[in-house]
Antibody
Framework: EVQLLESGGGLVQPGGSLRLSCAAS????????MTWVRQAPGKGLEWVSA????????YYADSVKGRFTISRDNSKNTLYLQMNSLRAEDTAVYYC???????????????????WGQGTLVTVSS | DIQMTQSPSSLSASVGDRVTITCRAS??????LNWYQQKPGKAPKLLIY???SLQSGVPSKFSGSGSGTDFTLTISSLQPEDFATYYC?????????FGQGTKLEIK
């Protein structure tokens, strides 16, 4: 059974940092790209970042580029999101999700997010 | 970025009804369109991928169609557990983008 378990959320002041983790099990972690999607309170879904299965390709939404860093440790079956220079508008539930493909293609991908974690809440407030 | 627009934003229906939700892309995305269901306080769940392929384990009362810029999600014979928010999402290009969601409520 595929399981994704996020952790690391919490309350942080504007300008602060936080690192989210997503522990994966039930599938060959290194064989699949992974992604982070967030949802602000009462709002819709926003794709944040993705990483290829090998970790050598990383992709970001413009809203987080230069502030967030996605990475993965395939030996630990864990996905990370390092979030720096946090802003109030980063307040959201952050979900990690498994992609159905190994590579993350910028165009013509046809991929989908077939499994999601339960989410971890990040609150940026003073 | 490709903008995804869903209609309606909310929808009231009764148990047993058949409903259709529409998703329109700001440019052609071929068939690179996925649908997710989200219940309050829960993670999204994949229903349909590649516009019309049913995800494993998802009941056949969910169906998707369309290509290019216009897509539909149809749910037949609504049951209480189907009342949720539905999102479309394009996987044609990065950044991946979602529609704003359609909240399906019980009438």
């Amino acid at each position: 059974e595929v399981q994704l378990l996020e952790s690391g959320g919490g309350l942080v002041q504007p300008g602060g940092s936080l690192r989210l983790s997503c522990a994966a099990s039930g599938f060959t972690f290194s064989s699949y790209a992974m992604t982070w999607v967030r949802q602000a309170p009462g709002k819709g879904l926003e794709w944040v970042s993705a990483v290829s299965g090998s970790g050598d390709g990383t992709y970001y939404a413009d809203s987080v580029k230069g502030r967030f860093t996605i990475s993965r440790d395939n030996s630990k079956n864990t996905l990370y999101l390092q979030m720096n220079s946090l802003r109030a508008e980063d307040t959201a539930v952050y979900y990690c999700a498994k992609d159905n493909q190994h590579l993350w293609l910028v165009r013509f991908s046809g991929d989908h997010f077939d499994y999601w974690g339960q989410g971890t809440l990040v609150t940026v407030s003073s | 970025d490709i903008q995804m627009t869903q209609s309606p934003s909310s929808l009231s229906a009764s148990v047993g009804d058949r409903v259709t939700i529409t998703c329109r892309a700001s440019q052609s995305i071929s068939s690179y369109l996925n649908w997710y269901q989200q219940k309050p306080g829960k993670a999204p769940k994949l229903l349909i991928y590649a516009a019309s392929s049913l995800q494993s384990g998802v009941p056949s009362k969910f169906s998707g169609s369309g290509s290019g810029t216009d897509f539909t999600l149809t749910i037949s014979s609504l049951q209480p557990e189907d009342f949720a928010t539905y999102y479309c999402q394009q996987s044609y290009s990065t950044p991946r983008t979602f529609g704003q969601g359609t909240k399906l409520e019980i009438k």
